[in-house]
């Protein structure tokens, strides 16, 4: 029997057989068929292993157990020890050198993680968050006033005016790139993640291209902010020692894809979910925009509930062990659906409706589910969100959505390439 919610989605029954995580079918299917899917999987088979799809970039690897629910992917995320992450944290099978070049620390066990991480934590500590506060704030206004300047009597879209614009001038504010240089960042950023969508390429040689171009580019960024330190990230990581150890160039250079990609790409895409929502549920409009700094906090971590831009992580079992008591195979793969587990059921009361008072308490997990891999950027991520919505309530109160999204085909991103809104 179908349900049916306010914002014009509708679940059904799904036959558990009709579902294939792997297949680009599914990830192109409309929305409700995919959310119908998921909650079958938490409702009947929350451990369904899957086949592997075959790709020209890797060999077909031997499948993988897809984790749905939001206690099963808490409990993986917060023992590294039985599910690491050094085999790869997407689901094919790379080489160890490719895993992490592509993927930095989110593909590293500890003691490798740990050192790195500690190095590069030095760059988001409270202080630097702090010193680059006013500007996150400055770069708000400045694209609420172009856009109050370019489209005040027409259409225009909010991700390449707004979402796209401001996380990505903030990174590359921080790490010290020449204004000159975002544009090729974010072309680099979009084929990047964009690898199964035609928009973007779409084929694995344009996405190799695009990572070493990156790479390159911040490699010789890293040493000459080791040579000649400045203000910016890159010099403060670079420079930063732990245990008598700095970056290497090729570490700052992979952890550069990682933080560019990751540090623009998830904040876009929850800044415009959070838009769309916003839109489409004018009562959480009304409700957080008329007491703003009452309702933030919860507000934007509902707004990362929501959008989840990211799809999934893979963990591999270290031993023979149990999820919740489902038993898994030394050197079996999980993958982590925290799209699913931030619909769950069990956890959120009304999963599937938007709501910026949402209590805390159990926490989202668009930012990972805890544990050593717990998302560095989060606390960035939140104040950009928060100042980028707070930006639009004082200056563009009547902004709205005006079009459908065109949904990035990606199993892994939960993207908007573009979706209209106008100034009402």
């Known amino acids: 029997m179908a349900e049916f919610y306010s914002w014009g989605m509708q679940l059904f029954d799904v036959r558990l057989e009709d579902i294939d995580l792997s297949a680009p079918e599914f990830w192109q299917a409309p929305r409700d068929f995919r959310e119908s899917a998921f909650a079958k999987l938490r409702d009947e088979d929350p451990y369904r292993f899957y086949e592997e799809m075959e790709l020209a970039i890797a060999p077909k690897g031997p499948g993988y157990i897809a984790l749905t629910r939001h206690?099963?992917?808490?409990?993986?995320?917060?023992?590294?020890?039985?599910?690491?992450?050094?085999?790869?944290?997407?689901?094919i099978d790379l080489s160890q050198e490719l895993n992490e070049f592509f993927g930095s620390m989110i593909s590293m066990d500890d003691p490798k993680h740990f050192r790195l991480r500690s190095i590069v934590s030095k760059g988001f500590t409270p202080r630097e968050i702090v010193r680059i506060e006013e500007y996150v704030k400055v770069k708000a206004r400045t694209i609420i006033d172009s856009v109050l300047?370019?489209?005040?009597d027409s259409e225009f879209d909010f991700v390449d005016a707004v979402a796209a614009k401001f996380p990505l001038q903030i990174i590359c504010e921080m790490m010290g790139i020449p204004e000159q240089d975002e544009r090729q960042i974010f072309e680099w950023t979009n084929t990047i993640l964009g690898a199964g969508d035609p928009d973007f390429g779409g084929t694995i040689e344009r996405l190799?291209?695009?990572?070493?171009?990156?790479?390159?580019?911040?490699?010789?960024?890293?040493?000459?902010?080791?040579?000649?330190?400045?203000?910016?990230?890159?010099?403060?990581?670079?420079?930063?020692?732990?245990?008598?150890?700095?970056?290497?160039?090729?570490?700052?250079?992979?952890?550069?894809?990682?933080?560019?990609?990751?540090?623009?790409?998830?904040?876009?895409?929850?800044?415009?979910?959070?838009?769309?929502?916003?839109?489409?549920?004018?009562?959480?409009?009304?409700?957080?925009?008329?007491?703003?700094?009452?309702?933030t906090k919860t507000a934007v971590e509902e707004i990362v509930r929501w959008a989840t831009p990211v799809i999934h992580f893979r963990r591999t079992a270290t031993a023979d062990t149990d999820i919740n008591g489902f038993k898994v195979n030394a050197?079996?793969?999980?993958?982590?659906?925290y799209n699913s587990g931030n619909r769950d059921e069990r956890v959120f009361a009304n999963p599937f409706k938007f709501d910026v008072t949402r209590a805390p308490q159990p926490t989202q997990i668009g930012f990972g589910a805890g544990g050593p891999h717990f998302c560095l950027g989060a606390n960035l991520a939140r104040r950009e969100i928060a100042v980028m919505f707070d930006e639009i309530r004082r200056r563009v109160p009547n902004l709205r959505i005006t079009g459908e999204p065109a949904y990035l085909q990606s199993s892994f991103i939960n993207g908007i390439k573009r979706i209209n809104c106008r100034l009402d």
């Open 71 to 91: 206690d099963d992917i808490w409990h993986v995320s917060r023992n590294p020890q039985l599910f690491c992450s050094g085999k790869g944290s997407n689901i």
């Open 149 to 152: 300047d370019k489209y005040a």
């Open 208 to 295: 190799m291209e695009a990572a070493i171009g990156m790479f390159s580019y911040a490699k010789a960024l890293g040493e000459t902010r080791l040579a000649n330190p400045t203000q910016d990230l890159t010099s403060v990581m670079m420079h930063a020692v732990v245990d008598g150890e700095r970056l290497t160039s090729q570490e700052f250079g992979s952890f550069f894809i990682l933080l560019v990609v990751a540090g623009n790409e998830t904040t876009r895409n929850a800044i415009t979910h959070g838009m769309l929502a916003l839109t489409e549920n004018p009562d959480q409009r009304k409700i957080w925009f008329e007491n703003f700094d009452l309702h």
């Open 331 to 337: 050197g079996q793969k999980v993958v982590l659906f």
